[in-house]
């Protein structure tokens, strides 16, 4: 018998099955495979062979049906699977800010900065995902490297979020009269503040902060896992059809959203709440409901998360004497730094992380006045806000799938400029009438939110598109959870930069007092807060160039362009950098969805 590439038969079986020991040792495929590589001693094809590959094909027509019933079947659970992961992330991140602006600002009446403050603590877990695809890139949990962290990941939020449920909450600042706060009073000089009956509750924020922010870390490690699973259905889409699973999982996740908003705007509308209705649940109320969801995906995620059979490998025997490395799975760390670093090497990857970090460094720093003039000049309630958050999201699920059909062989470019000029030309008026006293209405306020979701959905799904570019086999986890992680530090960063700058703005864009004189002088430093906020966003589109325009331009960037060390380092020491500096206390803006 001869031997394979210094191998015989019987150690290519060997290594057969130390690849998949599950699998029958000589399936009609294998034996197909390894067959083929048999040759009579003068390189003449044995008459065995051709007896054998008859039986082979005749065993292989009689199981293709089974086998395309069995592959639809298990497609069919890994979509289900996947759907759900998003729809209930879509849930939880989605709900758990809803309840942060009727709870922080109505119920407990913290200052601007503190509620931003709060957001961008809660937000805080967004900022780990690299290190959470690592993880489950090269340290899998009973030969899984997604399921097991998606159903510790629910656990943990599950739990967490059972704690918030059980907190007790404070008595409110403002004290009640006739079913209602009552937060001003009329003097002979006009209308001031009144005074709190219980100013400790706006110093009591701490720990329900800190249970959304465990939460979040919960969610996040599902999330990341998730993610892992979407980029590698993905890469095996073709390049015309690739983003169709992206859009498709983020138009779920926006449903989600869609799901949560409704709840909270409606079931969490108490006036204790800044809110219209006589009567509603309170945030105990809203945390159990959440935590029901995720305690409900732990069997979902246990039992319906598949992850993708590997691809069929050939094994090509004279490229490398050494079988057992061509055909070994176990991937170790080292192996997997290895492979990480010369991917970080690269300068395409580089221009990449550049632009996830600069785009929202810049574009993201707006000015802290931002929510006392929703809520003291607009007059903003909970329902109203969770209304047209409603319909926001329903908008920005449209957009998605305007980009999907339509869309996804646009320049990227192209779309992110159109959409970022269009998202702030069309918010001005509404700013400005509202901050001069032009319409101070809560209805016409809220409308820009509702018409600039299409074209940021537009700007959100085209930013995610080059992350399945850069990808390689095996690195998915990493590679989406660096470039997402890149965002999402750069938005903190941005609003510890907004706190910091408009903090120097006087009178204070953050004292209440301000807003209810509403003087002229403090109407004309608002307004000129916005105009600076205006311009760095336009600033921000300076870092298109980074972007590759199309697929095709970022796979030629990828395989054309140098690899250096320092491109490698700049990334590695730009992460742990920017966590510490986005501890800062932050501004406030309408934060884009986290990636």
């Known amino acids: 018998m001869s031997r394979i590439g210094g191998k015989s038969p019987a150690s290519l079986s060997g290594a057969l ?4 020991p599950a699998a029958p040792t000589w399936s009609p495929a294998r034996l197909a495979s390894v067959l083929q590589r048999w040759r009579s001693r003068d390189g003449e094809a044995s008459p065995l062979l051709h007896v054998a590959a008859n039986f082979v094909a005749a065993a292989e027509a009689r199981r293709a049906p089974r086998r395309a019933t069995a592959r639809a079947a298990r497609e069919g659970r890994l979509r289900f699977g996947l759907y759900a992961q998003y729809f209930a992330v879509g849930v939880v991140y989605g709900g758990l800010p809803s309840t942060m602006y009727g709870f922080f600002l109505g119920y407990l009446n913290v200052e601007a900065y503190v509620y931003a403050t709060a957001s961008t603590i809660v937000a805080l877990p967004w900022s780990f995902k690299f ?27 599950a739990l967490s979020l059972w704690c918030l449920a059980a907190t007790p909450l404070p008595e409110p600042y403002w004290c009640v009269g006739d079913g209602a706060y009552v937060t001003e009073i009329a003097t002979a000089r006009g209308v001031k503040a009144a005074e709190p009956c219980n100013p400790a509750a706006a110093d009591a924020g701490a720990p329900f902060a800190f249970w959304m922010m465990v939460a979040s870390f919960g969610y996040c490690v599902s999330d990341v896992a998730a993610d892992g699973l979407t980029v590698t259905l993905a890469r095996r889409e073709s390049p015309e059809r690739r983003g169709h699973t992206q859009t498709s999982v983020y138009l779920v996740r926006s449903v989600g959203n869609i799901a949560a908003v409704a709840f909270v705007g409606l079931a969490m509308n108490g006036w204790m709440y800044n809110g219209s209705f006589d009567r509603g649940l309170s945030l105990n109320g809203v945390a159990a409901a959440f935590a029901a969801v995720a305690t409900a995906m732990v069997p979902v995620s246990f039992c319906y998360v598949r992850e993708p059979r590997a691809e069929p490998r050939a ?82 699920t449209f957009g998605l799938l305007l980009v999907k059909r339509r869309l996804l062989h646009k320049s990227w470019r192209c779309m992110v400029l159109v959409t970022s000029v269009f998202l702030n030309v069309v918010d001005m008026p509404f700013s400005f009438c509202t901050i001069y006293g032009v319409v101070r209405n809560q209805y016409f306020y809220l409308g820009e939110a509702v018409l600039t979701e299409i074209p940021a959905a537009i700007n959100f799904v085209v930013s995610t598109f080059v ?108 992460l742990p950098g920017d966590r510490r500096r986005a501890g800062l206390r932050a501004g406030a803006r309408r934060a884009p969805p986290p990636r």
């Open 17 to 20: 099955r130390r690849q998949q």
């Open 131 to 157: 290190l959470f695809g690592a993880v489950n890139d090269c340290v899998p949990i009973g030969g899984e490297r997604r399921r097991p962290y998606i159903v510790l990941g629910w656990v943990v939020c």
């Open 315 to 396: 094994l090509p025997v004279e490229a490398t004497p050494n079988l057992t490395a061509r055909v070994e799975a176990t991937v170790t760390f080292s192996q997997y730094r290895r492979s990480v670093w010369s991917l970080l090497r690269s300068k395409a990857m580089f221009y990449c992380v550049l632009y996830q970090f600069l785009t929202p460094l810049v574009g993201s720093i707006f000015t802290t006045a931002g929510p006392e003039v929703k809520q003291e000049w607009a007059g903003v309630k909970a329902l109203q806000n969770a209304t047209f958050s409603l319909v926001g999201l329903v908008l920005f």
């Open 467 to 574: 992350i399945v570019e850069m990808a390689d086999g095996g690195d998915e986890g990493i590679v989406y959870g660096l470039l997402t992680t890149t965002y999402n530090i750069g938005t903190p960063f941005a609003q510890a930069i907004s706190n910091q700058l408009f903090g120097l703005f006087t009178p204070s864009l953050s004292l209440r007092d301000n807003y209810v004189e509403d003087s002229t002088r403090f109407r004309d430093v608002v307004a000129l807060s916005f105009v600076v906020s205006y311009g760095f966003t336009f600033l921000s589109c300076l870092t298109l160039p980074l972007l590759p325009d199309q697929k095709a331009e970022a796979q030629e960037r990828k395989a054309t362009w140098e690899r250096r060390d320092r491109y490698a380092w700049f990334s590695v020491i730009l």
